[in-house]
């Protein structure tokens, strides 16, 4: 079936460097989102990318959609403690059919 | 975007029995999804819920153990039936209320025992 595959699974980071996180799908996606729920929350919407090789920036976070709409990417800038929390993407293969990576757990050392 | 909240946000239930999880959004919204999530884990889609129509479920989940009522286009409810430890895990309401992504409910963990 339709998957989408997220790494890594873990990332420790000091404080000061940077994070990203990968996602592919065995499938071309309509469109893909970014999640981030903190530990103990649910996930909040970060971020839609529609375009081929879309590429959209939020403060110190950049979020990129592949040319051929089967990966993604999330990258944090300079890392801080409030980064800390599980990232999520979800693609959507039309027909409100989202699907969720297995999700990259980030942790910040200070 | 809007707020979806959700009751309750835990609860401790024994075998057998049944727990329904309530979700109220402020504004109206067409569909709405169920989703369990392992502590952990990664969301699975449990069921879509549209107004006046019968959920649509995935693959794994049929309607007599989670059934679903969606009586209007601001609230709806998901029941976990006859319930087993197996069941314990998070439950997450949600609906597109925006330009894109998903709004969440703040979940409901269940522990069965």
């Known amino acids: 079936g339709q998957q989408v595959m997220q790494i890594p699974q873990y990332q420790h980071v000091q404080e000061g460097e940077d994070f990203t996180t990968y996602c592919n799908s065995s499938?071309?996606?309509?469109?893909i989102q970014w999640y981030k729920q903190r530990p103990g929350g649910h996930p909040v919407f970060l971020i839609q990318?529609?375009?081929?090789?879309e590429v959209k920036k939020q403060k110190r976070l950049t979020f990129q959609f592949g040319e051929a709409k089967k990966n993604s990417s999330l990258h944090i800038t300079a890392t801080q403690t409030t980064d800390v929390g599980t990232y999520f993407c979800?693609?959507?293969?039309?027909?409100?059919?989202?699907?969720f990576g297995a999700g990259t757990r980030l942790f910040v050392k200070a | 975007s809007a707020v979806i909240s959700q009751k309750p946000s835990r609860d401790i239930c024994q075998r057998g029995t049944s727990l329904t999880i309530q979700c109220q959004v402020d504004?109206?919204?067409?569909?709405m999804f169920w989703y369990r999530q392992q502590p952990g884990q990664s969301l699975t889609l449990i069921a879509t819920?549209?107004?006046?129509?019968?959920?649509?479920?995935e693959s794994g989940f049929v309607i007599d153990k989670f059934p679903i009522s969606r009586p209007n286009l601001t609230f709806s409810t998901l029941t976990v039936s006859n319930m087993s430890p197996e069941d314990s895990s998070i439950y997450l309401c949600?609906?597109?209320?925006?330009?894109?992504?998903?709004?969440f409910g703040s979940g409901t963990r269940l522990t069965v025992v």
């Open positions: 819920a549209n107004q006046g129509s019968e959920a649509t479920y």
């Open positions: 979800a693609g959507d293969t039309g027909g409100f059919k989202t699907i």
């Open positions: 990318l529609v375009k081929s090789g």
């Open positions: 949600s609906a597109i209320t925006g330009v894109g992504g998903y709004t």
């Open positions: 499938t071309t996606l309509s469109n």
């Open positions: 504004s109206q919204v067409t569909m």
